[in-house]
């Protein structure tokens, strides 16, 4: 059988193709990705779209954490401090109750309670980076103002507004709790209650009575505040279930679209072995025909 | 019985004959690099012989002709396989050239897209703040360049192909004009009797190249060539070329036409069927799928905003400049429609505080409002899509280019020029002609004795 006397062509073809493998390797190991383009492999290149945007809102919950955690944890403590006010403002209380205290002694601890009165409403009136936290959604003004025409001394000007984000694909929190509920509530009032005690030690009547109404509001306002404790336990649960997810993506993104050193190594040393062979056949076809044995 | 005249004629023959076959193998090894050149084969046919009865005796060798050795049937399977070969090599560079729009960087659509959305989620978290209100419109104009940039790289793609028709349309018509002339060379020289290897050699080789860039059948006649397109339009009939035309349509792309006829949509193969294929259903796809995500996503978040509140109470304006309702163009049109941050409406019930409606706007991300997919799944696919087209296009053009290699291979293997064979054919006519004149010597040696007896007898 005749056979092609001028194989150059298919050798130089062969050994460009070799070449063309070689440099597709050595990219991969260069950017430690198999897949560089999505014609290198289109379900990984679609997977990959997937799993970047996956990445980057887990990344982005993860931060949307951190800002909210600093206004949780400044309500949590704020009404902490709340309770501790209101237990000296009951002890003031139960003192005036007291049968042998006179009635200078009772507008004196009256006094001392309209300063925790005070107290009580800057607490109320918390503002974290310019947002009143306990105002519901109306956080743009302070939604306690004294009034002395209402019977708590105080008008709440929020609403009843509470917002909830978004901080993981199944996974939603209420960040806010709003005064209305907190320090407004009907059997609860805080203002309320310590506003009755003073009337009821400058009168001197009815003195346990409030006592006990302003122990019921400071039980309310305990029970409440737990809110922000466990709010601020699931951020802290919700950030470990996170960084776990971070991982499990960068592992999947690895597995979809990372290099397979080992393989590729493997192939390039055989398509340099290749190409080397090819090269050398090339080198030795080249000078040998019969005119050269015709002396 | 023959005399010794006839056999010096006989023996002339010989050396005629053999010089004439040395000149094809030096014809032969002079073209041994040249492109397309089939080896010629000298085709010696014994002389007619005399008859002298009861005897016959040759009269030598002729040389009757040179001709080229070649396969008809391998050079039109060689034909096809360019034509897939130039279509899929132009199809797989074109969507080379798309795919990497579509690679995952900082600023691809699937990357505006995610940083959107993630803008939106950070807003909720404190809706009332200015600077994150500003993020989301940086983040919502950073979505409106993505599309833009990418459609524009593809109508900019998309142009540069159409230009590439005319030019191949060009290169067509020259190629057919030089087949009908060279239909004429070869038939004026075979018309008379003459080997006309070279010119077709020339001829077959401005074929295949007409094969690369067009899908051509050739029919052929009495000396001559006809070329058709795959559809049936004329190429060539003949010494006569018929040229291809190209019109711009109102859209400003250009359409091939044959003898009046619109003729684009009916090449299939070749480099010009490649182009138009990637110029006019490659790019078109991929610009309807960014359209429609980018207007499925424009129309959605409106249509979320005009339903709360900005930071002032008023209710809520479109984010996006809305798209034509046809969804045309609508990626490389996309663009922000509000610059003051404050116009986001992230409230649903009016005061500043509320994030309600930005969460809403934020739920959009895992809904289904592009053709029934998230605007991530939507945009996985298209990258998908074009990755996968341009793998295939990949993958037919190394499979098409390997059969073509086998194919020119095997012509090699039938036309090609041996140095070996060429050298032990260049002996076997050297000791052919030695021989001849050797007999001549031999013959004369023969004369002169019986001359000598003549003037012996005399």
């Known amino acids: ?295 | 019985m023959s005399s010794l005249n006839a056999s010096l004629g006989t023996a002339l023959s010989g050396l005629i004959a053999e010089q004439g076959a040395l000149a094809t193998t030096t014809n032969n090894v002079a073209n041994v690099n040249t492109p397309g050149y089939s080896r010629e084969q000298p085709v010696l046919v014994a002389s007619d012989p005399v008859v002298l009865d009861p005897l016959t005796f040759g009269t030598g060798v002729t040389l009757q002709s040179v001709e080229s050795i070649r396969d008809p049937i391998l050079e039109s399977q060689i034909q096809q396989q360019t034509q897939a070969q130039g279509q899929y090599s132009t199809l797989s560079s074109a969507l080379q050239q798309t795919q990497v729009n579509f690679t995952t960087s900082t600023a691809d659509i699937g990357t505006s897209i995610s940083n959107f959305f993630d803008s939106i989620n950070q807003l909720s978290t404190n809706p009332s703040d200015l600077s994150l209100r500003q993020g989301v419109l940086t983040a919502a104009g950073n979505v409106a360049n993505s599309f833009n940039t990418t459609a524009n790289n593809l109508s900019q793609q998309q142009t540069s192909l159409d230009l590439s028709v005319v030019q191949q349309v060009g290169q067509i018509n020259q190629l057919t004009q030089q087949i009908a002339t060279l239909n004429g060379q070869v038939s004026s020289l075979q018309n008379v009797g003459e080997s006309a290897g070279t010119f077709i050699d020339q001829r077959q080789q401005a074929i295949d190249q007409l094969s690369s860039l067009v899908d051509v059948s050739v029919i052929p006649s009495d000396n001559t060539l006809t070329l058709i397109t795959g559809n049936g339009a004329p190429l060539v009939t003949g010494q006569q070329s018929f040229q291809l035309q190209t019109q711009a349509t109102p859209s400003g792309l250009h359409d091939v036409y044959s003898q009046g006829n619109n003729i684009t949509s009916q090449i299939t193969s070749g480099e010009l069927g490649g182009t138009i294929q990637a110029r006019d259903a490659e790019i078109p796809k991929t610009q309807n799928e960014l359209d429609t995500l980018a207007a499925g996503l424009a129309n959605a978040v409106n249509s979320v905003q005009v339903a709360g509140f900005d930071l002032k109470g008023n209710p809520g304006t479109d984010l996006f400049t809305p798209p034509a309702g046809s969804g045309l163009g609508a990626a490389a049109n996309l663009s922000v429609a509000i610059t003051d941050p404050s116009l986001i409406a992230a409230s649903s019930d009016g005061t500043p505080g509320s994030n309600g409606n930005a969460e809403a706007m934020y739920a959009l991300n895992s809904q289904p409002i592009i053709a029934g997919q998230s605007p991530t799944d939507y945009y996985s696919g298209v990258v998908f899509n074009i990755g996968n087209d341009a793998s295939n296009a990949a993958a037919e053009q190394s499979a098409s280019t390997l059969t073509l290699q086998q194919l020119n291979d095997q012509r090699a293997s039938i036309s090609g020029v041996s140095l070996d064979e060429e050298a032990a054919n260049m002996v076997r006519y050297q000791d052919a002609y030695s021989a001849s004149a050797q007999v001549i010597t031999t013959i004369n040696d023969m004369m002169y004795a019986t001359i000598q007896m003549s003037t012996l007898t005399g």
């Open chain 1, 1 to 295: 059988m005749r056979v092609n006397p001028n194989p150059y062509p298919d050798l130089l073809a062969a050994a460009s193709q070799t070449q063309l493998q070689i440099n597709m390797d050595e990219q991969e190991i260069a950017s430690g990705r198999s897949v560089n383009l999505p014609s290198d492999n289109p379900a990984a290149a679609g997977q990959l779209v997937q799993n970047a945007d996956q990445t980057s809102q887990t990344d982005q919950f993860q931060r949307s954490i951190g800002s909210i955690q600093g206004e949780i944890q400044n309500a949590d403590s704020a009404l902490n401090s709340v309770t501790t006010a209101l237990q000296q403002a009951i002890s003031l209380g139960v003192e005036g109750a007291n049968g042998t205290v006179n009635s200078a002694d009772r507008a004196a601890i009256a006094t001392q309670i309209q300063g925790i009165q005070g107290q009580l409403l800057s607490l109320a009136n918390l503002s974290y980076q310019g947002n009143y936290v306990f105002a519901g959604t109306a956080n743009q003004t302070a939604p306690y103002v004294l009034d002395s025409s209402s019977p708590s001394g105080v008008t709440y000007q929020g609403n009843s507004g509470v917002n909830r984000v978004t901080l993981g694909s199944q996974f939603s929190l209420q960040t806010n709790l709003p005064g209305s509920q907190l320090f407004s509530a009907s059997g609860g009032d805080v203002f309320q209650s310590i506003q009755d005690l003073i009337t009821s030690l400058q009168s001197g009547t009815g003195i346990s009575t409030a006592v006990t109404e302003l122990g019921a509001a400071n039980n309310y306002i305990s029970s409440q505040s737990v809110f922000y404790g466990n709010a601020l336990n699931q951020l802290t649960a919700q950030q470990t279930y996170l960084s776990s997810e971070t991982t499990q993506l960068a592992q999947q993104q690895n597995t979809v679209g990372g290099t397979d050193l080992t393989a590729v190594i493997s192939n390039l040393t055989t398509a340099q072995t290749s190409l080397q062979a090819t090269l050398e056949a090339i080198g030795q076809t080249a000078h040998t025909n019969l005119f050269e044995y015709l002396k």
